[in-house]
């Protein structure tokens, strides 16, 4: 299964700005997928990210406030953009390739 | 859209017994169920993952099995040890979207 590299590993941002979240996968892979883990919940996916072509966002997501770059194979990024409190979460990035593997997350603390 | 069902949401054992986690899903063409162990602070790790053409699969002290016909599939640990106490999550995956996750399960392994 794939090795992923994810970073920052947490970060505690002042409302109203930006932050980027980076991935990197250890092999070359078509998809890969950002999720958000909210505070003792669940992961929910917000959006697949293939190369060469425009994020695909799930419902209550949206591009303006998570835009997802793929520029490559082996990478992509993640802002969560104007942030608010209600943005505090865990983001993870996540591949499948001979298994579905995470990332060891993004803890997002907004203040 | 395909949903997933866990239980229970909290478990308590012994040191030594037994752990059964149970999970149901809606979508019939759902062919691929990872589990994943996270523990605080950490991203998931998969731990086991069975395909829709199998209907156990064992590794160490962990299995799972599938019944396709009920839209099932549970999570067995055997002789349990403190370092398992974790939150775990069931998944399914049909191969259109990403993985649908359930809601977790707290396992709390007593010493």
């Known amino acids: 299964s794939a090795v992923i590299s994810q970073k920052p590993s947490r970060d505690i941002c002042q409302r109203g700005t930006s932050l980027t979240i980076q991935c990197q996968v250890d092999?070359?892979?078509?998809?890969m997928f950002w999720y958000r883990q909210q505070p003792g919940q669940s992961l929910t996916l917000i959006a697949t990210?293939?190369?060469?072509?425009?994020?695909?966002?799930e419902s209550g997501f949206v591009i303006d406030k998570f835009p997802i770059s793929r520029p490559n194979l082996t990478f992509s990024t993640l802002t969560v953009s104007n942030m608010s409190p209600e943005d505090s979460s865990i983001y993870l990035c996540?591949?499948?390739?001979?298994?579905?593997?995470f990332g060891s997350g993004t803890r997002l603390t907004v203040v | 859209g395909e949903n997933v069902e866990q239980h229970p949401s909290t478990l308590s054992v012994q040191e030594g017994d037994s752990a059964v986690i149970k999970c149901t899903y809606s979508?019939?063409?759902?062919?691929?169920f990872p589990w994943y162990k996270q523990e605080l602070g950490k991203g998931p790790q998969l731990i086991i993952d069975?395909?829709?053409?199998?209907g156990e699969k064992k590794d160490q002290r962990i299995a799972v099995t599938l019944n396709k016909t009920a839209k099932h599939f549970s999570l067995h640990i055997t002789e349990t040890q403190p370092e398992d106490s974790a939150v775990y999550f069931c998944?399914?995956?049909?191969?259109?979207?990403?993985?649908?996750f359930g809601s977790g399960t707290r396992l709390q392994v007593q010493p």
């Open positions: 979508d019939s063409a759902s062919n691929y």
């Open positions: 069975i395909r829709s053409n199998v």
């Open positions: 998944a399914s995956y049909t191969g259109r979207r990403a993985l649908t």
């Open positions: 092999s070359q892979v078509t998809m």
């Open positions: 996540s591949v499948d390739l001979n298994g579905y593997t």
């Open positions: 990210a293939n190369q060469g072509s425009e994020a695909t966002y």
